[in-house]
């Protein structure tokens, strides 16, 4: 028996399986650390791609900062004190400077948890807001995209002189990339903006590891450029989320630098669909609830056989993440039926969920190994388990002698590329 472990929230948890039994372990190639990240994060700003520069905005009367929510793993620790530091040279204090942290839709932070994500430093003598984006009284209309997203957007962040954008590059299965202008965009936009654009996943086009042409994220773009997202400082992490690189700059300029380092580290090549797929998210804070971890699924079952297996290993401690998803499949009973009755209801962030594991699980049985109720994940159409190795026990049964197993420990950074095809498979 080959022994192998995975990440499980805050640890991994360890598992066996035959050794006659094909096993192909799909994750991101290992890329060192920087060995001064400090000195990175400084040479990416001082060094700004796309022909802006922080300098550019000296005698700027105010400074907003969108950073991401306690779901991203992005090193602020490291990418802030650099940005502050050159933002007080240019005659900035902490008064001029405010922080935005960018929920979208997600469940808005407690003052209590800002530590999570900010150094005490920074929370002792910067003021930090976390968006609301049902709060319309804080929402500014820019207009409408060519696509006909409408742009409601925190009218304090779009009110400063000079607007900043942080976070990481990295795989999105919706707009192909986090990063750039989209902490702003998405972050701290309006749910009439967040539905609108996400409504565009439907598009074939609108896929993991797609920029250019991608209809949800160039709408992103759009919507960036409209706030007028002046500065981007996003980060490159490894598996073991520890910064490789940083680039700083205009936006768009950011993005096409950083993409090509992404997907370098990113793509793995898979020789022939798996029968059953081991999935993680990635652990904690990724897989704090499904609504994060369902991204694992996404990403690892387009290489899993029709009618095959995927083992969803998350601890999920935060449940489902999204009321409105919990109380939306209240009533539903298959799968397809969950595809229908959103055809049939139109677009919403939240639901959406229900259909992105519906159209991988409306072909797939999907197991679910975490610490949600087993009663709620029933209601969510998915089977709960326990146990991993008694979830693999159990699906080793049908496998035949010539299957194949794939094990994905961090799928939400990885795009499996099918060889027979020669293309991404996502």
């Not at 948890?113 to 976390?130: A, F, G, M, R």
């Not at 680039?247 to 020789?271: D, F, H, N, R, W």
């Not at 209801?345 to 610490?371: C, M, N, T, W, Y």
Request: net charge neutral.
């Amino acid at each position: 028996m080959g022994s192998f472990s995975i990440p499980y929230g805050q640890a991994k948890v360890k598992f066996n399986c035959p050794d006659h039994i094909t096993i192909q372990v799909v994750e991101p190639a290992r890329i060192p650390a920087a060995t001064d990240p400090h000195a990175v994060v400084m040479a990416a700003i001082g060094s700004p791609s796309g022909g802006v520069d922080l300098k550019d905005f000296r005698g700027a009367q105010s400074v907003a900062i969108a950073i991401s929510d306690k779901t991203r793993p992005v090193p602020n620790h490291l990418l802030l004190p650099p940005l502050l530091q050159q933002l007080t040279k240019l005659g900035y204090s902490p008064e001029d400077v405010h922080f935005f942290i960018a929920t979208g839709l997600h469940s808005k932070m407690d003052v209590a948890e800002y530590s999570s994500i900010l150094p005490d430093e920074i929370l002792k003598q910067y003021t930090v807001h976390c968006h609301d984006a049902t709060d319309t009284a804080n929402l500014l209309h820019l207009g409408v995209t060519s696509r006909g997203t409408p742009v409601w957007v925190n009218q304090q962040y779009r009110q400063a002189e000079l607007r900043i954008v942080v976070g990481n590059i990295e795989l999105h299965q919706i707009q192909g990339f986090s990063g750039g202008v989209k902490a702003a965009a998405i972050g701290l936009a309006g749910r009439d903006t967040i539905n609108a654009n996400h409504s565009l996943m439907r598009d074939p086009k609108a896929r993991m590891g797609s920029f250019d042409t991608n209809p949800a994220r160039q709408d992103v773009e759009e919507i960036g450029g409209m706030i007028g997202v002046h500065f981007a400082l996003n980060a490159i992490v490894n598996i073991e989320k520890r910064l490789v690189h940083a680039l700083a700059g205009e936006p768009t300029a950011v993005m096409q630098a950083g993409i090509p380092l992404c997907l370098s580290q990113s793509t793995i090549k898979i020789p022939a669909l798996f029968d059953l797929a081991i999935v993680s998210a990635g652990g904690f804070p990724k897989d704090r609830n499904l609504y994060q971890s369902q991204k694992a699924l996404s990403h690892a079952s387009p290489v899993v056989k029709d009618g095959g297996r995927i083992i969803l290993v998350a601890a999920c401690h935060e449940g489902a993440g999204s009321p409105a998803y919990e109380a939306w499949m209240k009533d539903m009973r298959s799968h397809e039926q969950v595809i229908t009755r959103f055809e049939r209801e139109g677009f919403q962030v939240g639901p959406h969920k229900a259909l992105q594991i519906a159209r991988d699980a409306s072909r797939l049985d999907v197991l679910l190994v975490s610490q949600m109720e087993s009663e709620i994940v029933r209601s969510l159409l998915l089977t709960p388990c326990s146990d991993v190795q008694q979830a693999i026990d159990c699906s080793l049964d049908t496998l035949a002698d010539k299957a194949r197993i794939g094990i994905f420990p961090n799928a939400p950074s990885s795009i499996p590329a099918l060889e027979s095809s020669g293309r991404v498979t996502a």
